[in-house]
């Protein structure tokens, strides 16, 4: 036999949240759609229990704190490129896990979700960017370039830079010389 | 950070490409806002109405008739105005020469057109992820250069 129903989807969802948010001993007024309003503030535990019961539901918490967090670890990787005259002889986990003082698994998920890209391809790309950027300014071998960034040699750099941008790194230089030499004439045109 | 969604615009005289580039951006998990437009002339008039939205990245055909890819990325470079706009080219010739006279008047990317809707999904993908990459960690995009 078939049954038939008829269900109102917002009150299913609110009682639904109400309910998890009872189960996790939390206070909260539910402000309107798709905002809490939570009374007591939320421990970084309970928020993760939260996410995970609530992501069966097919309810996603969205949070500032995560924005926050991916923003800091973008900051940090690139603070750690730019800043440090060499590269931390440790790993890139247990230098993210220290800095942001959270396990390194937990902060390479929630980034890869925000930001669609593994925080290990984030810090080749970035890694990239930086060899690019000194390769401009033409202050150091190539040889030095991939010794600072911590690459075993100097093939394995340009091996690297060629898989991310399709280009060696020398044919990098020649295009970005011309490109300069390319606008100097158009503003000389200009001014003319 | 950006919430917003990407707004990619393709200029390409065939139908068939053009449709196969909105399908192929309909599966990323980016979030994407494609328009369309079916030669240069009519790229540069879209560019030029204030009332329309800026796309953040250009793909642009080599090959198109009244206005061809290259003339545009020359006109687009010319103006301060479309300083943030990524510009991909987008076409059938793989040679050396076009992609590095690309790069040199201003491109960001050169894709050489595959053959199959696989490779040209997995390629897009690629491209607007990076594309994305640049666009929400403020990356230099003057030494934005990628080949693929």
Redesign the interface.
């Known amino acids: 036999m078939k049954l038939y129903i008829r269900y109102n989807i917002n009150t299913t969802c609110k009682s639904l949240l109400q309910e998890q948010l009872d189960k996790l001993g939390l206070t909260c007024e539910l402000t309107g759609l798709g905002e809490l309003e939570l009374k007591n503030g939320i421990s970084a535990d309970q928020h993760n229990q939260l996410s995970t019961v609530l992501k069966k539901y097919g309810i996603e918490v969205l949070d500032d704190r995560i924005?926050s967090l991916?923003?800091k670890t973008?900051d940090t990787i690139i603070e750690m490129l730019y800043l440090e005259e060499k590269l931390p002889p440790s790993k890139v986990s247990f230098y993210l896990a220290q800095k942001l003082n959270y396990s390194f698994g937990y902060i390479s998920n929630l980034f890869s979700e925000?930001?669609?890209?593994s925080i290990e391809n984030?810090i080749i790309?970035q890694k990239i960017?930086r060899v690019?950027?000194l390769i401009?300014a033409n202050e150091l071998t190539f040889t030095q370039i991939a010794s600072k960034l911590n690459y075993s040699s100097s093939a394995h750099l340009s091996w690297q830079f060629k898989k991310?941008?399709?280009?060696t790194p020398s044919?990098?230089q020649?295009?970005?010389k011309?490109?300069r030499e390319?606008n100097g004439s158009?503003a000389e045109k200009e001014l003319m | 950070m950006h919430h917003d969604c990407l707004h990619v615009l393709l200029a390409d005289d065939d139908k068939d490409d053009r449709l196969f580039f909105k399908y192929a951006i309909e599966e990323l998990k980016i979030q994407t806002f494609v328009t369309t437009v079916n030669d240069g002339v009519e790229l540069m008039d879209y560019l030029s109405k204030t009332e329309n939205q800026l796309p953040d990245l250009i793909f642009l055909d080599l090959n198109m008739p009244r206005k061809g890819g290259i003339e545009c990325l020359k006109e687009i470079r010319a103006n301060k105005l479309f300083n943030n706009l990524s510009i991909a080219i987008y076409s059938t010739s793989g040679s050396e020469k076009d992609i590095e006279e690309s790069f040199v008047l201003g491109a960001n990317i050169y894709i050489t057109k595959p053959n199959d809707f696989t490779s040209l999904k997995k390629i897009l993908a690629e491209v607007i992820n990076i594309n994305w990459q640049y666009h929400t960690s403020g990356l230099n995009k003057e030494n934005f250069v990628l080949s693929i």
């Open positions: 924005s991916v923003q973008k925000v930001t669609f890209i984030f790309m960017e690019k950027q401009i991310i941008t399709g280009l044919s990098f020649r295009i970005i011309k490109r390319n158009n």
